[in-house]
């Protein structure tokens, strides 16, 4: 007799088992390929960041040149002490130094080397303390960008002079003067107490950072209790209706629009129409509002949608009003993401320059507003500006000014980040 084999049935597993291990290998790859993702933005986002650093870790600093003033009675009349040859007393302190250079030329390329902001700050000396007149002291003052830009290695000694702007003669003179131990690099307040500048070491970003700081305060002032009033009431006492659908969609569609349209507006509405000022911060204010109110009606909305329904349910019940129920205890617990919304709104038009361009705040503004009818510039504005000059050291102080902006921009967000898990309530 044949002997008959009984075969094993087909389980579960060994039909889903091919299949699961395929999966497993497949979601093993999705994962790798979102890990070299994060990987590749974060180099992207260090190389980025470095390269800023880089090319503007030096515009914190600045060379100067030790000269021997002489503060000569028959230069300085003391009658017109505003409107004296100050100038002419850095150039006889540096030829003192070269007693040998005769030629005009040769002169001409000397006084070069000394930054044209030394006569200011010898005539703020002189101004504030008359009398220095007549005696001879020793000061620390500004060099040129060309010579900044040499001894900071930004300018190469081996190109041939013809491809450089400095000559030779100069780099001999610069070479003697640092073996005599006249020049060495100093912290650069400059940067940070002046306002723009055609020379670039006497360049600042104090009238950006002030016009900038304006400008938020009317954005401030003007976007955050609207869009806050506007959440609320769309929230909670806006029927449902076609009207109000129309106006949901419409913010909605605001916050995606791009940036520059507000400046159009802007420039159509407040100053064509309302003549007010143009290149200021109240104007410039006028229009970041404009761009951030959608931002902070949608996270305002989002936020009271986040308080429970019992709170309101609980204040009515103990004989609260609407309004009551809303000020004293929706609006409290709604305020920590609304303030979030908020700071990001804020950041978000620290950032902008598209519509501020649009509205004059692109002109060249040396003196530092003082109101906010001034004419101003903006941090973004001034970096703009700076990466549109031609001069080698415009190019340090561009990137320094962005590690200032987005030194601002982290800490901003930082405090958003901080006040969303200090004061948030999870229910």
């Not at 974060?42 to 503060?71: H, K, M, Q």
């Not at 509002?289 to 709170?311: E, G, H, Q, W, Y």
């Not at 309004?323 to 609006?331: D, R």
């Amino acid at each position: 007799m044949k002997k008959i084999s009984a075969t094993r049935p087909i389980s579960t597993m060994d039909r889903v088992g091919p299949g699961l291990a395929r999966r497993y290998r497949k979601e093993h790859r999705f994962r790798l390929m979102g890990l070299a993702a994060i990987i590749a933005s974060i180099s992207f986002l260090l190389l980025l960041f470095g390269s800023i650093i880089y090319n503007g870790w030096s515009a914190f600093s600045r060379v100067e040149i030790l000269l021997d003033v002489t503060f000569d009675t028959l230069t300085l009349d003391v009658d017109s002490l505003e409107t004296a040859n100050y100038g002419g007393l850095v150039k006889s302190s540096i030829r003192e130094l070269f007693p040998a250079i005769k030629g005009r030329h040769d002169k001409k390329n000397l006084y070069k080397l000394v930054s044209s902001g030394a006569a200011f700050e010898l005539q703020k000396m002189v101004m504030n303390d008359p009398s220095i007149i007549g005696t001879t002291v020793s000061l620390w003052l500004p060099a040129d960008d060309e010579m900044d830009m040499l001894l900071k290695g930004y300018i190469s000694r081996d190109v041939p002079e013809s491809e450089r702007r400095m000559t030779d003669k100069q780099i001999v003179w610069i070479d003697q003067l640092v073996a005599g131990k006249r020049l060495h690099r100093s912290f650069n307040s400059t940067f940070f107490t002046a306002g723009d500048s055609r020379e670039p070491e006497l360049a600042g970003i104090r009238g950006a950072v002030t016009g900038s700081f304006f400008t938020l305060m009317v954005t401030l002032a003007l976007s955050f209790p609207i869009g806050v009033a506007t959440a609320v009431y769309l929230e909670e006492f806006a029927p449902q209706n076609r009207w109000t659908d129309s106006i949901e969609v419409n913010i909605n569609n605001l916050a995606a629009v791009p940036s520059i349209v507000f400046g159009l507006l802007g420039l159509a509405v407040f100053l064509n129409f309302f003549g007010l000022p143009r290149s200021a911060p109240l104007v410039g204010g006028l229009v970041l509002s404009l761009m951030t109110l959608p931002t902070i009606i949608i996270a305002s909305r989002a936020s009271l949608k986040a308080v429970p329904p019992s709170i309101r349910e609980a204040a009515l019940g103990v004989g609260a009003s609407k309004m009551q129920t809303i000020v004293h205890h929706v609006l409290p617990l709604a305020m920590p993401g609304m303030m979030t919304g908020t700071i990001i709104g804020m950041s978000q038009a620290l950032g902008e320059t598209a519509p501020l361009l649009m509205i004059g705040m692109v002109a060249f503004i040396v003196d530092v507003p003082h109101s906010m009818t001034d004419p101003a510039t903006v941090l973004p504005v001034q970096i703009y500006l700076w990466a549109d000059s031609p001069e080698r050291a415009f190019v340090e102080r561009t990137s320094a000014a962005i590690m200032v902006l987005l030194t601002l921009l982290i800490l901003m967000n930082g405090v958003a980040i901080f006040l969303r898990r200090k004061f948030e309530r999870r229910w």
